[in-house]
């Protein structure tokens, strides 16, 4: 959440123009794999753990070729309903994001995949973040129920 959070706050710092894109990006990125590495170690114990290492593993790869941005795809931000953000992104960048071009590299690994009920758009590589979150709380509950049958 903290990661979010930070990434989260220097887009918009981004978008209000306190800070500019080419030094909020490297920051952003460094703090999301800092602490989502942090968090994967201390439960690296839990083998849902490995479905998030291997999504935030796409999503370093996409970032870390396009620059230090995670390219969208401008229809998947129509799809998703986020015609507003996609004008801004057609006028300017944030720390984060950038459109898919001619250019974009791994673009099939890029934030292509519409929510329109979330009014988001994400990545394979979050798509992975998301299961591996569900598949941690099944499996964290599955423990504690065992724990709990094993002291009865």
């Given at each position: 959440?903290?990661?979010a959070?930070?990434?989260?706050?220097?887009?918009?710092?981004?978008?209000?123009?306190w800070?500019?894109?080419?030094?909020a990006?490297?920051?952003?990125?460094?703090?999301?794999v800092?602490l989502?590495?942090y968090?994967?170690?201390?439960?690296r114990?839990?083998?849902?753990?490995?479905?998030a290492?291997?999504?935030l593993?796409?999503?370093t790869l996409?970032?870390?070729?396009?620059?230090?941005?995670?390219?969208?795809s401008?229809?998947?931000?129509?799809?998703?309903g986020?015609?507003?953000?996609l004008?801004?992104?057609?006028?300017?960048?944030?720390?984060?994001?950038?459109?898919?071009?001619?250019?974009?590299?791994?673009?099939?690994?890029?934030d292509?995949?519409?929510l329109?009920?979330?009014?988001?758009?994400?990545?394979?590589?979050?798509?992975f973040?998301?299961l591996?979150?569900?598949?941690f709380?099944?499996?964290t509950?599955?423990?504690?129920?065992r724990?709990?049958?094993a002291?009865e």
């Amino acid at each position: 959440m903290l990661a979010a959070g930070i990434e989260g706050g220097l887009a918009w710092s981004t978008a209000q123009g306190w800070i500019s894109p080419s030094v909020a990006a490297p920051l952003a990125n460094t703090a999301v794999v800092l602490l989502a590495g942090y968090g994967f170690w201390q439960n690296r114990h839990l083998r849902s753990i490995w479905l998030a290492v291997f999504g935030l593993v796409l999503n370093t790869l996409v970032i870390w070729a396009n620059g230090g941005h995670m390219p969208v795809s401008a229809q998947a931000l129509k799809d998703a309903g986020l015609e507003d953000f996609l004008r801004f992104m057609q006028n300017s960048s944030d720390a984060v994001h950038n459109l898919i071009g001619p250019h974009t590299r791994l673009w099939f690994l890029s934030d292509v995949i519409p929510l329109r009920f979330m009014k988001k758009v994400i990545s394979p590589g979050d798509a992975f973040i998301i299961l591996a979150v569900i598949f941690f709380f099944l499996e964290t509950t599955q423990q504690v129920m065992r724990e709990r049958k094993a002291s009865e």
